[in-house]
Nanobody, 126 residues
């Protein structure tokens, strides 16, 4: 059974940085990454990692600012978020699923996720 536990959320001023962590236990799927959901909006894919190759893809809204990485020894993935903007404010959810990973960045891509973390809140003030 896969369990995903997120940490690292918090409040930060615009332009600041946060690093989210997702520790996985049990079976790890080919794709791991992050979604986010702001109040009144649909859950959207932010970043996804193909774990076997270490390749990453990002939503256009975060490209160049967010970096997804993994620590294989710890079965942990990280989302380094730099140059944060108020529009990044959302609940962030770690996710695990099956290839093809790129589908996560398509609207409605969350339907392909097999396991979800509980979420960690990120708030960016202007």
């Amino acid at each position: 059974q896969v369990q995903l536990v997120e940490s690292g959320g918090g409040s930060v001023q615009a332009g600041g940085s946060l690093r989210l962590s997702c520790a996985a236990s049990g079976y790890t799927y080919s794709c791991m990454g992050w979604f986010r959901q702001a109040p009144g909006k649909e859950r959207e894919g932010v970043a996804v990692l193909y774990t076997a190759a270490g390749s990453t893809s990002y939503a256009d809204s975060v490209k160049g600012r967010f970096t997804l990485s993994q620590d294989n020894a710890k079965n942990t993935v990280y989302l380094q978020m730099n140059s944060l903007k108020p529009e990044d404010t959302a609940m962030y959810y770690c996710a695990a699923g099956a290839w093809p990973c790129g589908r996560w960045l398509i609207p409605g891509g969350g339907s392909s996720v097999r396991h979800w973390g509980q979420g960690t809140q990120v708030t960016v003030s202007s």
